[in-house]
């Protein structure tokens, strides 16, 4: 099984990039912890590390072999985690972790006009939650994923991606 993590704050394009990457790979599926999140209000790290393991046997049982996950990850141990509850579903081959990063002016404009296509107002929490994911991923310390910056249109990042999919990291 290839594992695929897509990593960084909200409404910085996750779920664009990993949907449009996951219409690229050949037996792939696109995983959302974010939804989980939405759907399970503080929801603790073991219920969404389970929910992904038991959605990952779910399509791995059907055929695809190559999982497209994307969520906010603060800290290696949560990585760990759901890396250690997919490896007890199938094997994993091949795993490679992505932080998107975008220049703050940017990010702030598409969170801004995430909010004209939002029915309710989410406006002040979309704000906190990304201040406060934003300064959990300046103090580093720890990788969260390969450095990914997500400036350019989406067809080009996919190509990006691709690109360092058939390589190793660091060649």
């Given at each position: 099984m290839r594992v695929i993590l897509i990593n960084g704050p909200?409404?910085?394009g996750k779920t664009t990039l990993a949907n449009s990457l996951m219409e690229r790979l050949p037996d792939a599926v696109h995983l959302c912890g974010d939804a989980f999140v939405q759907a399970n209000p503080e929801p603790d790290v073991e219920a969404l590390d389970d929910a992904l393991a038991a959605m990952a046997e779910h399509w791995i049982a059907r055929g695809y072999s190559t999982l497209v996950i994307e969520h906010y990850w603060s800290g290696q141990a949560a990585i760990d985690g759901l890396m250690n509850r997919l490896a007890a579903v199938q094997t994993i081959d091949?795993?490679?972790?992505?932080l998107l990063e975008l220049d703050p002016k940017t990010h702030d404009r598409r969170i801004e006009r995430?909010?004209?296509?939002r029915a309710m107002d989410e406006t002040e929490f979309e704000w906190r939650t990304v201040a406060e994911e934003r300064r959990v991923l300046a103090t580093g310390g720890e990788s969260l994923g390969e450095p990914f910056d997500v400036s350019a249109p989406v067809d080009e990042?996919?190509?990006e991606l691709l690109k360092s999919l058939n390589s190793k990291p660091g060649d």
């Open positions: 909200l409404g910085i091949d795993a490679r972790i992505f995430r909010q004209t296509v990042l996919v190509r």
